[in-house]
């Protein structure tokens, strides 16, 4: 009998071991569901610099959106008739007064620019979501082949860490001639696997963020950089997003002593040179 009982209070003490874990687990789920945006999206509002304090003359533009929101953002016209125009795709933070210092250089050796704010950034309105980012990314493509008259071809759908993935989003689904890829990561689980580790909590995600599986769709050519010391997308991430795209398609550029979206400091010149050879060679 004594047998029993003992074998009876192991049952229980499982039992109740893996009800603790299922009862954290459900909690760890809710939280994540609860605080995924706030987590992912850390908006600014106000605007650090403008166009001029880096010598640009850039138009001011309003787009219209999904759900009737308008999109904010800055165009700059290219130099030449010909000459590619970027479709720039930032980050989680911030907004488009941060990434000027980056794109100054670009336009002022005559590329074309359009750097926009997605929904709930600086003064584009609505809230951010990965659907709104996917919609977002395709009406900046309508005003600039359809209000700008700018061939797709001409098109460079370039994006960085988060904005990876709105620019894959835009690159599969409408005509560009190139897509460049900064910091960015393979999707959303893969992503979570650095926060929670092997705790399935992706599985309540809303948002996925599949670039790699969008990756496949991307018919023209591809560049990606990755800083090897890169702190928050781990430099492993970059190389197997590289390795999704199809072959000899995709460009894999490993920069040593690069950390994250600090590339263009770290090598100066040499990486607008590169990814405008890029740009111009495919």
């Known amino acids: 009998m004594s047998r029993v009982i003992e074998t009876m209070a192991v049952v229980k003490s499982i039992f109740l071991g893996i009800l603790s874990v299922v ?9 994540v569901r609860l605080l995924e945006n706030w ?24 787009i219209q ?13 290219p130099g030449k ?3 590619a125009v970027i479709v720039f795709f930032h980050g ?15 336009v002022r050796h ?6 926009f704010d ?43 860490s988060l904005g990876g993935a709105p620019a894959t989003y835009l690159a599969a689904g409408r005509k560009v001639g190139r897509l460049v890829l900064e910091g960015s990561f393979t999707s959303g689980r893969d992503f979570s696997r650095r926060i929670f580790g092997y705790l399935p909590l992706h599985l309540v995600m809303k948002n996925n963020w599949e670039v790699s599986r969008t990756l496949k769709r991307v018919r023209v050519p591809v560049m990606i950089l990755h800083g090897r010391l890169d702190e928050v997308v781990p430099f492993s991430l970059g190389e197997k997003l590289a390795r999704g795209g199809s072959a000899g398609q995709v460009v894999f ?6 950390g994250h979206l600090d590339l263009y400091a770290v090598l100066g010149e040499s990486y607008y040179e590169r990814i405008e050879r890029f740009l111009e060679d495919g």
């Open 253 to 258: 550029w490993a920069v040593e002593g690069g």
């Open 118 to 160: 997605y929904r709930g950034y600086g003064l584009s309105t609505g809230k951010p979501s990965e659907k709104a980012f996917q919609e977002d990314a395709l009406a900046v493509w309508d005003y600039l082949t359809r209000v700008k008259g700018i061939a797709p071809e001409r098109l460079v759908a370039f994006g960085r």
């Open 92 to 106: 989680n933070a911030g907004n488009i007064s941060h990434r000027l210092d980056l794109l100054a250089p670009f």
């Open 23 to 31: 009862a954290v687990l459900m909690v760890l789920a809710i939280l």
């Open 39 to 62: 987590i992912t999206f850390h908006p600014w509002r106000e605007f650090e610099f403008k166009p001029e304090n880096f010598g640009l003359s850039a138009e001011e533009v309003r």
């Open 65 to 77: 959106s999904g759900g009737g929101d308008t999109i904010h953002g800055w165009y700059f016209r």
């Open 110 to 115: 005559g590329l074309g620019a359009l750097l």
């Open 81 to 83: 008739a010909d000459a």
